[in-house]
């Protein structure tokens, strides 16, 4: 089975904080994915990448960047918090292909709070 | 840009009765995808339909796909509990999500 671990489950960050959040895959895919989940707005594509040191951004990139420095890991940043990002973070990993339709498997979540 | 819009927003059901939820998308697409949240966890895949197939069956689940109409429908035949979640169709290269139905089996 595919599993997809986040570093935390639940975050409490101040204002203007570097925050990391981590994710990490043990199938070797190539894709991998940030989601941010909001109530009334769904899930929207922070980041995505489809293969180490690469990384493309999704539909709200602003306020935060990636890393990808090994296949399995892909790390999310938000460089100085704020409190509008306060939400639940998703991550996701897929086979690999780019732009393939696949099945993607996701991370039990990472609930971040910005006071 | 989601591709992907789910019917209901919400629905209600009791143990045992059958549960309908729709899908439409809006491009073209070689498959569409359901996916199910349980409460504050991540999406799990469920079934995924070419889009040469119109019906598929996985257990308790059937979802058909009408391209013509760009819609598919996942229905949930004999409902129980356990299958209160939130429920997400998608397709696209880059896999979007709406908002999802919001399903509760009330026992």
């Known amino acids: 089975d595919v599993k997809v671990t986040q570093s935390s489950r639940y975050l409490v960050k101040r204002t203007g904080e570097k925050v990391f959040l981590e994710c990490v895959q043990d199938?070797?895919?190539?894709?991998m994915f940030w989601y941010r989940q909001d109530p009334g707005l769904g899930l929207r594509l922070i980041y995505f990448s489809y293969d180490v040191k690469m990384k493309e951004k999704g539909d709200i990139p602003e306020g935060y960047s990636v890393s990808r420095e090994k296949k399995e890991r892909f790390s999310l940043i938000l460089e100085s918090a704020s409190t509008n990002q306060t939400s639940m973070y998703l991550c996701?990993?897929?086979?690999?292909?780019?732009?393939?339709?696949?099945?993607?498997?996701f991370g039990p979540g990472t609930r971040l709070l910005v006071l | 840009s989601q591709q992907g819009e789910e019917d209901p927003q919400a629905l209600s059901i009791q143990e045992g009765e059958n549960a309908t939820m729709n899908c439409s998308y809006k491009?073209?697409?070689?498959?569409l995808q359901w996916y199910r949240q349980n409460s504050g966890r991540g999406l799990v895949h469920l079934i995924l339909i070419r889009s040469n197939e119109r019906e598929k069956h996985s257990g308790r689940l059937r979802v058909t796909l009408d391209t013509s109409k760009k819609s598919s429908s996942l229905l949930i035949t004999a409902s129980r509990a356990a299958d209160t979640a939130s429920y997400f169709c998608?397709?696209?290269?880059?896999?979007?999500f709406g908002e999802g139905t919001q399903l509760t089996v009330n026992p």
């Open positions: 998608t397709s696209g290269s880059r896999l979007t």
């Open positions: 491009t073209s697409i070689n498959n």
């Open positions: 199938m070797d895919h190539e894709n």
């Open positions: 996701a990993s897929s086979l690999g292909g780019v732009g393939r339709q696949e099945t993607q498997y």
